[in-house]
């Protein structure tokens, strides 16, 4: 009986474990994070003028503050990319001379010495003259006497990029393309542009009776916005370099000198919508869209600034910190405003002589003597007789 119970309990079972045995356990594949940075701490700030003195605010409006306060007359302010130098014009004395200020020691420095009269068609509020800058914020490009000239922030080593005594209100791409108006009557002005040697120009606005004035590139280099004046009207319109079409933002009339943001997504502006006496500065979409008045009770001449303040980290693999690593530096303590002007060197020029500048020729570094000494960098002088000088 028991080896009957036996066998029957062996088929059960040979005929259960197929059925059953040691299921597999699912492997659970957990997803990679992907490595985010922290975002790149920056600073943003519109600079522009406003009764002759140099200001600059938020975005929104808010914490405005005076700039190189001085008691002197700035005018059409030019921010460098990389945020920490702001050039502009002054106004002194009947002159009407480039400045350079470096907000890092909050001093400001001459950098041209014309004696010549001020010019209308690069002094009016409306057209706006401001520099343009080299993309490694080492030079600015101006125009003087209807000329485009380059320049060292520092004031050394002027060359003229144009000599038809015609062309105003420069801009710089990234990568290097000059933009800038060329006046070609009393009633009709158009935007040009050249690549980055500067050498041929290329007309891009074919208007006839009206002005293009102010011209500023977008960061990607694709679009440039401008003033488009038409009798006693200005709007502002952007012209699409690709598709050769420009399309009109503004329709009020009253709207003038605009400029991109940092990245492209607002133009900052001036008008007189609500008082002809008293300008605005908004900010508005590429399309026109979203207009936002951000300054109300006067300003001109607005211009972007953008400045990185720290490198990203990543903050999934952070590095430990040195055991000797030293303390945080104190920020260093605030720099009262020096007002620094180089003497001007003249220079001996026969009248109604050209000026022209020569780009020096790279040459091999001689071996140092003690006899030897670093030449000279050539310095920006005034020069009143030629009607081409800086």
């Not at 502006?269 to 207009?291: H, L, S």
Request: proline content about 8%; overall charge positive; charged content about 20%.
């Amino acid at each position: 009986m028991n080896k009957k119970i036996l066998f029957v309990f062996i088929i059960l079972l040979c005929a259960v474990i197929p059925f059953t045995g040691c299921k597999k356990k699912k492997t659970e594949i957990k997803a990679v994070p992907t490595p985010v940075p922290t975002a790149v701490p920056a600073m943003d700030k519109i600079v522009y003028t406003l009764n002759g003195s140099l200001y600059w605010m938020d975005r929104d409006g808010g914490a405005k503050q005076e700039l190189f306060a001085d008691g002197k007359s700035k005018w059409f302010p030019s921010v460098s990319p990389d945020g920490w130098t702001v050039a502009y014009w002054v106004q002194q004395k009947g002159y009407f001379n480039l400045w350079a200020g470096n907000l890092k020691n909050n001093r400001a420095l001459q950098i041209t010495f014309d004696e010549d009269s001020l010019e209308g068609d690069t002094t009016n509020l409306k057209m706006s003259n401001p520099g343009g800058w080299t993309a490694d914020s080492a030079e600015i490009i101006y125009s003087r006497h209807k000329n485009i000239w380059k320049i060292t922030k520092e004031g050394y080593n002027p060359v003229a990029l144009t000599e038809s005594h015609d062309c105003v209100s420069p801009s710089l791409s990234k990568d290097g393309k000059l933009i800038y108006i060329k006046i070609e009557d009393e009633n009709t002005s158009n935007i040009y542009i050249r690549e980055s040697d500067y050498v041929n120009e290329t007309r891009l606005t074919t208007y006839s009776g009206k002005k293009a004035a102010s011209p500023s590139f977008s960061p990607d280099g694709k679009k440039i916005v401008f003033t488009l004046f038409e009798g006693e009207t200005s709007n502002i319109a952007v012209y699409d370099i690709a598709g050769k079409k420009t399309d009109l933002i503004t329709l009020d009339g009253k709207s003038h000198s605009p400029v991109f943001s940092f990245d492209g997504k607002d133009i900052v502006f001036a008008n007189f919508i609500n008082n002809k006496y008293v300008p605005e500065i908004w900010i508005m979409k590429p399309d026109g869209t979203n207009r936002m008045k951000i300054a109300g009770e006067g300003g001109v001449s607005p211009y972007w600034l953008h400045r990185i303040l720290d490198a990203p980290l990543p903050t999934y693999t952070p590095a430990p910190a040195p055991a000797n690593a030293s303390a945080t530096p104190a920020a260093p303590a605030a720099v009262k405003t020096v007002q620094t002007t180089p003497a001007p060197i003249k220079a001996a020029v026969k009248k109604g002589a050209k000026v022209s500048v020569s780009t020096p020729v790279p040459v091999s570094t001689p071996v140092p003597s003690s006899s030897s000494a670093a030449p000279t960098p050539i310095r920006a002088v005034p020069n009143k007789s030629t009607g081409a000088g800086w």
